[in-house]
Structures are given as structure tokens and as C-alpha cells.
């Protein structure tokens, strides 16, 4: 049993190897289709978490900061929820990003290269120019995202387990390298591994609870056990504190909650 989380530089070349490592392995796909699970889990709108995978937050797109950190983090809970039955493919949701620590989640970076440009300004009539520039242009755009969102660049094959260029073989041999090497015993699923998926999903719950009604909030999760660090005003410790424990408390598998409030040197509360 394992997870096999795949990200490409280009969607299209994504969902095409996606697609046929799943029915390869006999996998179910996990992609951006969990969103509208994932809306009416939280009640937020399909159409926000979607935007929320594609842009960062803009006043002008009405997705405001704090807006943008709830719904990234109901996307995150509702995956990594998903993620708990193993044996998935997952795309598109940015998991290769927020899947940390899970030693049977095998991270796969897909390079579409030079040949993917040249096809691609074959079959819209371009210039392979204008195919490179338009693909850099969307590159450093995710680049930029990933940056706002985690802290980290994407495109950095250090995030992967694996990283296969398209340059180099094609995609029935992609699909392949890939299957095979989800087959090696590190990326089963064993008993540390699965504990860790469970910790980190059940974080990710906790932390989309308390950011509906707050910001700036640290979940960590471990056998039941929660540790919340946020900030707040010296009046308002204590009453959040509280609230914390209160929302905390009410999700399912949380036995302890321990919160940490730092000064909020800004004087603003969350």
C-alpha cells in the first residue's frame, strides 16, 4: 500500500501520466474533483477553493489573506483525510507541498522539457519562442504561489523522491519508472509511516477549525495529542486560549489540546 503524489510543470502532461500511473496500480486518482467534498465539508465555495489553488491572495480577486489561509486549509484537511486509505494517485491539490515526513508518500516531479514546447507550438501554430515564454511565465507564477503558500519552491527536485524528464523518455516509459519504483519497500505503508499521515491529518483538522474564526495559527498533532501555537494581545490570552481548547476539543481523535500564545508585538488580534 502506498501514495503516489505527482507534480508536472505543465497540468496537461500531469493528468496524463496521473491518470495512467492510477490504472496501472490500480489506484483510485485524487484531484481537484475532492474540492467540492471539500466545500460542503466546510462551507466554503468550490469556486474559492479552486482560486485558492491557482493564485495568491488579492483584494482584487476578493480572497483577502486570511480568506486564503482557510481555504488552503480545508484543502489540506480534507487530502490528507482522503490520503488515510492509501493505495491513491494524487494531483493537483498541492500535496507534494504540505505531505511532509510520510515516508510512503512518494513525491514524483514530472519535466515536460524541450520536446513538450515543441509540440505543443506544433499543434496551436506558435513559435517555439512564444511556447517557451508563455511556460516560464506560468512556471514562476506556481513558483511564486508555492513560495506564498509553503514556503517552498515547487520546481526544486530536492522536494521529490523522484524526477523524471520527459526530455529523457517518454511517457509510457515515465509511467512505468514510476510504478516501478512505487513498488520498492521504502514507500510501503508501515506502521510509523501511517501514524505520521494520521498526526498530520489530524493537525490539518484542527487548524482549519481554528482558522475559520482565526489567523495565524501553528497545529501539530501526535497520537491524539494537539499543540497549538498563535499569538495574541496580553487582554486577550486567556479567552483565546480557551477558545481554542473549545473548537479544538469538538474534532474527532483529539484527546489533549495544548495551546502557546506569543505576544502579538503588532496589536492586532486574530
Known amino acids: 500500500m502506498s501514495i503516489i503524489i505527482i507534480s508536472s ?5 500531469e493528468a496524463m501520466i496521473a491518470e495512467k500511473v492510477a490504472e496501472e496500480k490500480g489506484y483510485a486518482l485524487l484531484d481537484r474533483r475532492v474540492l467540492h467534498d471539500a466545500a460542503n465539508r466546510y462551507g466554503v465555495k468550490p469556486e474559492r477553493l479552486n482560486d485558492a ?10 480572497l483577502p489573506p486570511r480568506q486564503w489561509r482557510y481555504c ?22 498541492g500535496a ?11 513525491k514524483i516531479r514530472v519535466l515536460t522539457g524541450k520536446q513538450a514546447c515543441r509540440e505543443a507550438a506544433e499543434r496551436e501554430g506558435g513559435s517555439l519562442e512564444k511556447v517557451e515564454k508563455q511556460r516560464s511565465r506560468i512556471n514562476r507564477r506556481r513558483t511564486a504561489w508555492s513560495m506564498a503558500a509553503y514556503q517552498k519552491d515547487e520546481a526544486d527536485p530536492a522536494g521529490y523522491d523522484l ?9 509510457v516509459e515515465a509511467v512505468r519508472t514510476i510504478v516501478g519504483a512505487s513498488a520498492y519497500r521504502k514507500f510501503q505503508s508501515m506502521t510509523y509511516s501511517t501514524k505520521c499521515l494520521t498526526d498530520l ?12 474564526s482565526m489567523s ?9 495529542s494537539v499543540v497549538v501555537t498563535t499569538r495574541a494581545l496580553n487582554r486577550r490570552k486567556r479567552e483565546k486560549v480557551e477558545t481554542i481548547k473549545q473548537l479544538a476539543g469538538q474534532i474527532p481523535g483529539v484527546g489533549y489540546v495544548e495551546v502557546h500564545v506569543r505576544n502579538n508585538i503588532f496589536g492586532k488580534a486574530g
Do not use: F, W
Open 216 to 224: 495565524d495559527m501553528q497545529v501539530q498533532a501526535r497520537d491524539g
Open 72 to 93: 488552503l486549509a480545508c484543502i489540506e484537511a480534507e487530502v490528507l483525510d482522503r490520503l488515510l486509505a492509501d493505495n491513491i494517485v494524487c494531483r493537483d491539490v
Open 96 to 106: 507534494h507541498l504540505y505531505v511532509n515526513g510520510v515516508s510512503h508518500a512518494m
Open 201 to 212: 491529518a489530524l493537525a490539518a483538522q484542527v487548524r482549519a477549525a481554528l482558522l475559520k
Open 163 to 171: 524526477v523524471v524528464s520527459l526530455d529523457q523518455i517518454d511517457p
Open 9 to 13: 510543470d505543465v497540468a496537461e502532461t
Open 53 to 62: 489553488l491557482d493564485n495568491r491572495p488579492s483584494l482584487l480577486r476578493r
